[in-house]
């Protein structure tokens, strides 16, 4: 989510989450995480994780939409953006520069650690 919004709004840190960009990369982060969202259930927070949940869920989907751009001929995308606002078109090379560079892919997270434990 950190790394879709960085690309709409063109801003690094447009949320104050710049350092979660890279979270997934960091299995580890399951020993803080699970605690954290016990504790909040604890607490009767419940209806407000639900909301982050259920924010979180649509994004996968979002970012393989975003990829689906990469398929369309170069003309249509040309034909789709030329009575758009120049914002507009900026933000959609954003998004066509991040899908090419896979910036709103997440990382391998758990994937690479299994493959490349961390040495004991």
Sequence with gaps: MA???AVLFDDDNYAGMSGLQHLDEHP???MIMVPWVVGRLRAGWQDNLQAIATALD???????QTEQILDMPDNAIKANLSGA???????VQRIIDAAIDGTLRPGLGFHAYQANPPEA
């Design 85 to 91: 606002p120049a914002h507009v078109r900026e933000t």
């Design 3 to 5: 790394r879709l919004m």
């Design 28 to 30: 580890d982060i399951v």
């Design 58 to 64: 649509a994004m996968p989907e979002l970012v393989a």
